[in-house]
């Protein structure tokens, strides 16, 4: 199993970011996919969740600001993240969830600042 994560960087308070894991070795349309992310001195925190049968969950933090979507044909796990707050400074990362082993990829940072 590998996971890329790609795109992160530094963004100013309400700009947009686009990030993109991209999976290999492992059947990824059957395959539970999350980002998660941590800050310095925090726990990792779910961010949000796309299941193989589409469905998506969101972290209270990032509801309504932050996509989560998948292209299967791609084998592309993509988070679409608006209206970023400094608070959304973290290392994202993407986690491939297979018969309840984790995988995780290596991360990106995100930095919001002006």
């Known amino acids: 199993v590998q996971l890329q994560a790609s795109g992160g960087g530094l963004v100013q308070p309400g700009g947009s970011l686009r990030l993109s894991c991209a999976a290999s070795g492992f059947s990824f349309s059957n395959t539970y996919m999350s980002w998660y992310r941590q800050a310095p001195g925090k726990d990792r925190e779910l961010v949000a969740d796309?299941?193989?049968?589409?469905?998506?969950i969101y972290g209270d933090s990032v509801r309504g600001r932050f996509t989560i979507s998948r292209d299967n044909a791609q084998r592309t796990l993509y988070l679409q993240m608006t209206r970023l707050k400094p608070e959304d400074t973290a290392v994202y990362y993407c986690?491939?969830?297979?018969?309840?082993?984790?995988?995780w990829g290596q991360g990106t940072q995100v930095t919001v600042s002006s």
């Open positions: 986690n491939a969830n297979q018969g309840g082993q984790g995988y």
């Open positions: 796309s299941t193989a049968g589409g469905s998506t």
